[in-house]
């Protein structure tokens, strides 16, 4: 598998930037690959939320798991259970692969969403999941009917460091419906 231009010695990371966004920083390198996590507005209790925004922010890990452990306790409306609403993320993630971004894997599950993505060049992270959430909450809101935020504000994200953590990623983001106990998910990249 080719890795992302993102995947550089470490001196090149003089051009890592990190950008307050919310409550959690975010890092962004020039070229770079992203392991990314959204979720669902209600899909996590408001006092699991506060605790691991307070361990991100006092720079604690691997909270990833902790995140993934509690989406997996299917909290809230669990609104991507609807076919037709997870078809929407599914389909704006790979709307615009390869001409914007360079889409590794993604996964959309009841609660949340995984991408393993490398923007090009001149895009940032944020304002891809800018666009992928406003446009996925509108057709979300329409399709179910319903008003009201869809996504919560946050995400998290963190940055591919060499092409074992690629692989790695890749293969977790591919398990990640089967680790959570969902069987002939179909809202996931293909191998």
């Not at 989406?71 to 692969?97: D, K, M, S, T």
């Amino acid at each position: 598998m080719p890795g992302p231009k993102g995947l550089l010695p470490y001196q090149k990371y003089s051009q890592l930037r990190i950008r307050h966004r919310g409550y959690m920083p975010h890092w962004e390198l020039p070229g770079a690959a992203y392991s990314v996590t959204w979720r669902l507005a209600d899909s996590l209790p408001a006092h699991v939320e506060q605790r691991l925004l307070d361990e991100k922010a006092r720079g604690n890990e691997p909270l990833e798991q902790q995140l993934e452990s509690e989406l997996h306790r299917l909290h809230g409306a669990c609104y991507l259970l609807n076919a037709r609403a997870a078809g929407i993320v599914a389909e704006a993630l790979q709307h615009f692969a390869d001409t914007r971004y360079r889409l590794f894997a993604w996964c959309v599950m009841p609660n949340h969403v995984h991408v393993l993505v490398e923007p090009f060049d001149d895009i940032h992270l944020h304002d891809l999941l800018h666009s992928w959430k406003s446009y996925t909450a509108k057709q979300i809101n329409k399709v179910l009917r319903r008003t009201g935020p869809v996504w919560a504000r946050e995400y998290w994200d963190r940055i591919i460091r060499d092409h074992r953590d690629l692989g790695t990623t890749t293969n977790y983001i591919a398990a990640n419906p089967l680790n959570a106990g969902l069987t002939a998910w179909p809202w996931v990249s293909p191998k």
